[in-house]
């Protein structure tokens, strides 16, 4: 059911190279998973509503005030390649 | 005479306070303590290198006349996925080992308010992913009861350090069981408060609809002082919840008459280790004999959470973490020709095999063609889940059952079968999926090969119901002597 290839095309979409021997191996763990967690199958869930969420149901409302915010020195000096402004990355185009 | 390293927090405090112990003498003696066993046990990724100038603020401020707050000189441990400000939050990854957190964590802003010292950072599955602190990229946890078995996990640092007693009082995070698992295996108090009780401001994002911060005691009132300071609304973070913060020390000592406390079936069956559960059930009895009535209750979906959890679960990661792209912060693979084959690069070098293997399976679960048959599903069937607890609580205060299904595990024995540690989170994920409060409580000990291994029993309440579960905890542990057992001498 989930195959190699599968695997290779999800991995693209969550931007994770994955090495091609891996690949057998991820194929084998996810699809023992799937059809581990396919026993929900067994449960009729046509009328029952998605729960989304487990906190409060109310939503928080503040202003909308300018504030302080993280300076920005303190911002990049966690990027591996930056200037004194400004992340730096390969080409993007 | 008791040591301080056997000291709660409470007691701790009140010395410090009462100016009979200075707080730099607290933290010199459990620096001791792990210099002399840690290297052995890895509880700790870092001690914090400021953590005697704090000390010694406090003793300052004592010195001025001020009160430092009901945790005075405290020292606390914390999970290396909580923000302490300045310090490195590696999240046991490659990924983050050099990353320096920008903010601090709001519950450890408020327990440094009430005076706590922050002792260090403590070792974890990689970014909360896992059941026997195995995961993380710099080497595994070992139980402090049997240090051939695992401590659970993924919060086994924080857990290990609280049973081996070189803090009080350790923070945890919880996803799926990362709280109430370890303090099992340990033989210590965890708690995972409700959902959005504690701040979530300063905790590195794993499954946002499910993660809470708690503490790890040896102590019911510690862990109830604890909840208190930590808990609140926080302008940081639009989940934590405004209700206002019981006085939970309030009930410690109250007794169990007129509690009702629901046992139910389905965390009683063949799939938990015969003598564990038996283990439980006494203390199950023992607490009906000190004045609570025990009643049989159903759970009827609990053989459907752990399925539903690790769809959930690894939906939310699979876009929490992609985050670290290698771009702001964190690891960057070298060399690559463009953006697209750096975020692959740096992402296949910096995550461990499980965490890719959950980002994996919960972009599956997300993606085209996959997204009703899986996530849709198991969002439904959170609603089943979380409507089981609705009704248990018609019929009872709080639900007891084991925390694990089994005693804490050998080394390596799961490492290679992810659904079976998947499996060590039966009975308690489904709290996380329907936000309730849980904690593991101390219950006893089996021996097995000659090493006596922890017995925890979780106690599961309704939301913002943390009260009840202090109370059954104080009550339990005044019958059983609760944690007073050491692992070292």
Same mark, same amino acid.
């Given at each position: 059911?989930?195959?190699?290839?599968?695997?290779?095309?999800?991995?693209?979409?969550?931007?994770?190279?994955?090495?091609?021997?891996?690949?057998? *191996?991820?194929?084998?763990?996810?699809?023992?998973?799937?059809?581990? *967690?396919?026993?929900?199958?067994?449960?009729?869930?046509?009328?029952?509503?998605?729960?989304?969420?487990?906190?409060?149901?109310?939503?928080?409302?503040?202003?909308?005030?300018?504030?302080?915010?993280?300076?920005?020195?303190?911002?990049?000096?966690?990027?591996?390649?930056?200037?004194?402004?400004?992340?730096? *990355?390969?080409?993007?185009? | 005479?008791?040591?301080?390293h056997?000291?709660?927090?409470?007691?701790?405090?009140?010395?410090?306070?009462?100016?009979?112990?200075?707080a730099?003498?607290v933290l010199r003696a459990l620096r001791a303590r792990i210099a002399e066993h840690d290297g052995?046990l890895g509880a700790f990724l870092r001690l914090n290198d400021e953590a005697e100038g704090e000390a010694?603020?406090?003793?300052?401020?004592?010195?001025?006349?001020?009160?430092?707050?009901?945790?005075?000189?405290v020292p606390i441990a914390i999970k290396d996925n909580i923000h302490v400000r300045d310090q490195i939050t590696s999240c046991g990854?490659?990924?983050?080992e050099?990353?320096h957190a920008?903010?601090e964590a709001?519950?450890v802003?408020?327990l440094r308010?009430?005076?706590a010292v922050i002792l260090g950072k403590t070792n974890l599955?990689?970014?909360?992913?896992?059941?026997?602190t195995?995961?993380s990229?710099f080497?595994?946890t070992?139980?402090?009861?049997?240090?051939?078995?695992?401590?659970?996990?993924?919060s086994g640092g924080s857990a290990a350090a609280v049973?081996a007693r070189f803090c009080p009082v350790a923070l945890g995070?919880?996803?799926?069981?990362?709280?109430?698992?370890?303090?099992?295996?340990?033989?210590?108090?965890?708690?995972?408060?409700?959902?959005?009780?504690?701040?979530?401001?300063?905790?590195?994002?794993?499954?946002?609809?499910?993660?809470?911060?708690?503490?790890f005691?040896?102590?019911?009132?510690?862990?109830?002082?604890?909840?208190?300071?930590?808990?609140?609304?926080?302008?940081?973070?639009?989940?934590?919840?405004?209700?206002?913060?019981?006085?939970?020390?309030?009930?410690?000592?109250?007794?169990?008459?007129?509690?009702?406390?629901?046992?139910?079936?389905?965390?009683?069956?063949?799939?938990?280790?015969?003598?564990?559960?038996?283990?439980?059930?006494?203390?199950?009895?023992?607490?009906?004999?000190?004045?609570?009535?025990?009643?049989?209750?159903?759970?009827?979906?609990?053989?459907?959470?752990?399925?539903?959890?690790?769809?959930?679960?690894?939906?939310?990661?699979?876009?929490?973490?992609?985050?670290?792209?290698?771009?702001?912060?964190?690891?960057?693979?070298?060399?690559?020709?463009?953006?697209?084959?750096?975020?692959?690069?740096?992402?296949?070098?910096?995550?461990?095999?499980?965490?890719?293997?959950?980002?994996?399976?919960?972009?599956?679960?997300?993606?085209?063609?996959?997204?009703?048959?899986?996530?849709?599903?198991?969002?439904?069937?959170?609603?089943?889940?979380?409507?089981?607890?609705?009704?248990?609580?018609?019929?009872?205060?709080?639900?007891?059952?084991?925390?694990?299904?089994?005693?804490?595990?050998?080394?390596?024995?799961?490492?290679?079968?992810?659904?079976?540690?998947?499996?060590?989170?039966?009975?308690?994920?489904?709290?996380?999926?329907?936000?309730?409060?849980?904690?593991?409580?101390?219950?006893?000990?089996?021996?097995?090969?000659?090493?006596?291994?922890?017995?925890?029993?979780?106690?599961?309440?309704?939301?913002?119901?943390?009260?009840?579960?202090?109370?059954?905890?104080?009550?339990?542990?005044?019958?059983?002597?609760?944690?007073?057992?050491?692992?070292?001498?």
């Amino acid at each position: 059911m989930v195959n190699p290839d599968e695997i290779r095309h999800v991995a693209h979409l969550a931007r994770i190279e994955v090495e091609s021997d891996k690949l057998p *191996v991820y194929a084998d763990q996810i699809a023992r998973i799937i059809d581990f *967690v396919s026993q929900l199958d067994e449960l009729e869930t046509d009328d029952v509503p998605v729960m989304m969420h487990a906190g409060a149901d109310d939503d928080v409302f503040r202003e909308d005030e300018p504030g302080t915010c993280l300076d920005r020195a303190i911002a990049l000096r966690g990027a591996a390649d930056h200037d004194d402004e400004q992340i730096r *990355v390969p080409k993007t185009l | 005479m008791s040591e301080i390293h056997d000291w709660s927090a409470i007691e701790i405090a009140e010395a410090v306070r009462a100016r009979k112990l200075s707080a730099v003498e607290v933290l010199r003696a459990l620096r001791a303590r792990i210099a002399e066993h840690d290297g052995e046990l890895g509880a700790f990724l870092r001690l914090n290198d400021e953590a005697e100038g704090e000390a010694l603020a406090i003793d300052a401020a004592l010195a001025e006349g001020k009160d430092p707050g009901p945790l005075a000189g405290v020292p606390i441990a914390i999970k290396d996925n909580i923000h302490v400000r300045d310090q490195i939050t590696s999240c046991g990854s490659r990924f983050l080992e050099d990353f320096h957190a920008p903010f601090e964590a709001t519950a450890v802003e408020r327990l440094r308010a009430a005076g706590a010292v922050i002792l260090g950072k403590t070792n974890l599955d990689e970014f909360a992913m896992g059941s026997s602190t195995e995961n993380s990229a710099f080497g595994p946890t070992r139980n402090p009861w049997d240090e051939d078995r695992a401590p659970g996990g993924s919060s086994g640092g924080s857990a290990a350090a609280v049973a081996a007693r070189f803090c009080p009082v350790a923070l945890g995070s919880d996803t799926g069981g990362s709280i109430r698992q370890p303090a099992a295996f340990c033989g210590v108090f965890g708690l995972k408060p409700t959902y959005g009780r504690v701040s979530r401001y300063g905790l590195v994002a794993f499954g946002s609809s499910l993660d809470q911060i708690g503490p790890f005691t040896r102590r019911a009132a510690d862990a109830a002082l604890v909840t208190r300071i930590m808990s609140g609304a926080d302008p940081m973070d639009s989940t934590a919840a405004t209700r206002e913060v019981d006085d939970y020390e309030a009930v410690i000592g109250q007794g169990l008459e007129g509690l009702r406390i629901g046992v139910a079936r389905e965390f009683m069956d063949d799939r938990i280790d015969p003598e564990l559960r038996s283990r439980v059930k006494e203390a199950i009895d023992a607490l009906g004999d000190a004045g609570a009535e025990i009643v049989e209750i159903d759970l009827p979906h609990t053989k459907y959470a752990i399925p539903t959890y690790y769809i959930v679960a690894t939906s939310e990661a699979s876009s929490n973490l992609a985050r670290y792209d290698g771009v702001g912060y964190g690891l960057r693979a070298e060399q690559a020709k463009d953006i697209l084959e750096m975020f692959k690069k740096s992402r296949m070098k910096g995550f461990g095999d499980e965490v890719k293997r959950r980002i994996i399976l919960g972009t599956y679960c997300l993606s085209a063609g996959s997204y009703d048959a899986f996530y849709d599903k198991a969002l439904r069937v959170r609603t089943l889940l979380r409507r089981d607890f609705e009704r248990a609580f018609e019929r009872c205060d709080l639900v007891l059952g084991p925390t694990t299904p089994t005693l804490p595990f050998k080394l390596g024995e799961k490492t290679d079968d992810p659904i079976a540690m998947y499996l060590a989170d039966i009975l308690t994920a489904s709290l996380n999926l329907a936000g309730l409060p849980g904690a593991s409580l101390p219950a006893g000990f089996i021996e097995q090969d000659g090493k006596k291994l922890p017995v925890g029993l979780q106690v599961i309440a309704d939301r913002f119901r943390e009260d009840l579960i202090f109370r059954v905890a104080a009550a339990l542990e005044h019958l059983k002597g609760f944690a007073k057992e050491s692992p070292i001498s």
